[in-house]
């Protein structure tokens, strides 16, 4: 799965011989279950619960499943795969349009899924999202802003890619090769210069991050200039939009490595948001967006659902008839 930079290209691409395929784009059982364990991880319960409501896969509700080991394209970088998927998300939203009267479609993205949801739309001229978007659902959508936990994965391996028999450290060689491991990192102006890493000898907070990764070991040889990743312009996407996150459970805001070794797990040191994306990211992140509404006054409605994750947001029942109601409503 790791990806290694071309520079001839100037993107990141397969290794040599792998070949990356999506099965089913465009329908909604593109989302598969994984684990049988976890029988609704990836969507599934939400379409399910869509479909009891008359929703029908390859009618009025489909699927754009992604690739989360790239960045979307950033100024001054390549992103092959990016650039052919908004292509064909922007084309399957046509087609959704066109199979339904020319009308416009309801977007939902929940975690990445929802961040690539807003850069897609920001890649698309206003007046295409003005025929054919009517709205816009984020779903515990991962902020451009940042949020510790990308320090941790950086650090002592992914938790977004769960492996029973393979530790989180033995993935982490496999992380950093990934474009997408460095987009989320905590920014600077909304986590200033408080200490998100702690070691014996050095702590570090989003003013660090070169010297951070150095320590790592992690390298960023064909990556952009270093500040480019740290640009978090937030682009409201100026379509009625409907945020969801919840809030109210353990978040790591800092990271403590006690013997400057990050080859031991950390401790951590908690405060609120969803388990994953901390709330102080969450509320900056809302008021960005909140943006649109002044003075275009385009619709923005923030929802705050307590004590529910950042992964089953749209699992959990009480927070699930949250979202459906919202999705009900985008639609009437």
């Known amino acids: 799965m790791s990806l290694v930079f071309d520079p001839v290209v100037d993107d990141y691409v397969n290794q040599p011989g792998v070949e990356t395929r999506v099965p089913n784009f465009g329908s909604a059982y593109g989302f598969t279950v994984k684990n049988e364990s976890s029988p609704f991880w990836c969507n599934v319960k939400l379409r399910n619960e869509l479909e009891g409501l008359g929703y029908r896969d390859g ?74 978007i009517k709205h816009l659902v984020l779903l515990s959508p991962t902020p451009h802003i940042g949020f510790t936990e990308t320090l941790t994965n950086l650090a002592s391996g992914p938790t977004c890619i769960p492996m029973e028999t393979i530790p989180r450290l033995a993935l982490r060689p496999m992380w950093w090769s990934f474009t997408s491991s460095l987009l989320s990192l905590p920014s600077p102006t909304v986590f200033g210069h408080e200490p998100l890493i702690i070691t014996k000898h050095r702590n570090y907070s989003a003013y660090d991050y070169q010297d951070f990764l150095a320590a790592l070991g992690f390298s960023v040889k064909g990556t952009l200039p270093f500040n480019k990743w740290v640009d978090k312009r937030v682009e409201a996407p100026m379509v009625p939009t409907t945020y969801l996150s919840g809030f109210g459970v353990q978040t790591p805001k800092q990271v403590v490595y006690r013997d400057d070794n990050f080859n031991v797990y950390p401790e951590n040191v908690y405060g609120d948001g969803d388990g994953v994306v901390n709330w102080n990211s969450v509320l900056v992140f809302a008021k960005e967006l909140k943006r649109q509404q002044s003075p275009e006054n385009i619709l923005f409605k ?31």
Not at 87 to 108: C, F, T, W
Not at 303 to 331: C, F, G, M, R, T
Request: glycine share 6%; with cysteine; charged share 20%.
């Open 59 to 132: 009618d009025t509700l489909f699927g754009a499943p992604y690739d989360i080991r790239h960045a979307p394209p950033r100024p001054g970088q390549c992103s092959k795969v990016y650039t052919d998927y908004f292509a064909r998300v922007k084309d399957l939203v046509k087609h959704a349009s066109e199979k339904n009267g020319n009308k416009p479609v309801i977007l939902i993205g929940h975690s990445f899924g929802g961040r690539l949801m807003l850069d897609f739309l920001n890649s698309t001229p206003l007046l295409w999202r003005k025929i054919f």
């Open 302 to 332: 923030f929802i705050e659902i307590p004590n529910v994750s950042h992964s089953y947001i749209a699992i959990q029942d009480d927070s699930l008839k949250i979202v459906i109601a919202e999705i009900l409503e985008a639609n009437s």
